[in-house]
C-alpha cells in the first residue's frame, strides 16, 4: 500500500457512504413523484443496474489494488444451499428486528400501533417498487455500505468499529426507519465480516425485503391481523406469521449448519 493509500484509508468509511448516499440518490430520481409510471420504475431499475456494475468493478479491481487486505474478502457465489438456507431465515430476522425496534421505542415514549392495511392500488404499487427493492437494491447497499467500507481493514476491532459506523450512517439514510435500519445494516456488517463473502449479507438483506412484500399481499388478502406505527416504522406479524418464520428459520438453519464459508478459510 502506498503513502498515498495509507493516508486515505481512514476516510473509506465517511467516502463510501457519501459514494453510496450520491449513487442511492441518483437512482431514486427518476421515482421523485408522488405518482411513477413502470417506465419511471424501469429507468430506476436500469440506473441502478449502471451503479452495481460501476461498484463492482471499484470493489473488485480498483480497491484490491489500493489497500491489499481488501482481497481476505470474497466476492465469489456462494451454493445455492447457503442462498436458500439464508432466505428461509431471513423472516425470522425480520419479525425479530421489528419486535426489537418496537420493545426499544417503548421503553422511550408509548407507541400507537394501528392495523396494518393495504388496498389493491398501494399494494401494486409497492410490488412495482419490491422487484428493486429485492433484486436490485440489496446488492447495491451492501456493496456500497460494507464492502467498500470494511474490506480495507484488517483487524477484526476495526472492521467491527466500521460496521457500526456504516450502520448508524445506514439508519440516517432511511430517516423514519432508522432503528430499524440500523439494526438490518449492523447485522449485515457483522454477517460480512464472520462469513467473508458479501453475498451471504446480499442475501440476508433480499431476503428481508422479499418478506416485507409477501407480508403486504398477507395484509392485503386480510389473512391474518398485522399491526403498524408510522414513526419509527414497525410493523408486528401476527402469531401466525411469527410461527410460520420460525419454522423456516429451523429449515435453513439445518442446511447451513454443515456449510463453513469460504472465506473463513483464509488467513485474516
Known amino acids: 500500500m502506498n503513502k498515498a493509500a495509507s493516508h486515505l484509508k481512514p476516510l473509506i468509511p465517511i467516502l463510501s457512504a457519501v ?7 441518483v437512482t431514486a430520481l427518476p421515482i421523485a413523484d408522488e405518482n411513477p409510471t413502470f ?17 463492482l468493478f471499484l470493489v473488485h479491481r480498483v ?3 489500493l489497500f491489499p487486505e481488501a482481497r481476505q474478502f470474497s466476492l465469489k457465489l456462494p451454493k445455492t444451499v447457503i442462498f436458500v438456507g439464508l432466505l428461509l431465515i431471513a423472516p425470522l430476522f425480520l419479525v425479530a428486528k421489528e419486535y426489537i425496534v418496537y420493545g426499544i421505542t417503548s421503553l422511550v415514549h408509548t ?3 394501528e392495523p396494518l392495511a393495504f388496498t389493491t392500488a398501494e399494494l401494486r404499487e409497492d410490488l412495482l417498487s419490491s422487484v428493486h427493492a429485492v433484486l436490485l437494491a440489496p446488492l447495491l447497499e451492501e456493496l456500497c455500505f460494507r464492502q467498500m467500507a470494511i474490506s480495507p481493514f484488517r483487524r477484526r476491532g476495526t472492521q467491527i468499529v466500521v460496521c457500526l459506523i456504516m450502520a ?3 439508519g440516517l439514510l432511511h430517516v423514519r426507519n432508522f432503528p430499524g435500519a440500523f439494526i438490518g445494516a449492523l447485522f449485515y456488517g457483522l454477517i460480512f465480516i ?12 433480499a431476503g ?6 409477501l407480508l403486504a399481499v398477507y395484509s392485503w388478502l386480510q389473512l391474518g391481523d398485522m399491526q403498524m406505527t408510522k414513526i419509527p416504522v414497525i410493523i408486528l406479524p ?8 420460525l419454522l423456516l428459520a429451523i429449515a435453513g438453519v439445518f442446511l447451513l449448519r454443515k456449510k463453513r464459508p469460504e472465506g473463513r478459510n483464509q488467513r485474516t
Open 111 to 113: 407507541v400507537q400501533m
Open 63 to 65: 480497491e484490491p489494488e
Open 19 to 25: 459514494y453510496g448516499v450520491a449513487i442511492i440518490y
Open 208 to 213: 428481508v425485503n422479499l418478506t416485507a412484500t
Open 168 to 170: 448508524i450512517l445506514f
Open 238 to 245: 401476527d402469531l401466525k406469521v411469527f410461527i410460520a418464520s
Open 194 to 205: 464472520w462469513s467473508r463473502n458479501i453475498w451471504y449479507s446480499v442475501v440476508l438483506h
Open 39 to 55: 417506465f419511471d420504475e424501469l429507468l430506476t431499475w436500469l440506473i441502478t443496474l449502471a451503479g452495481i456494475v460501476l461498484t
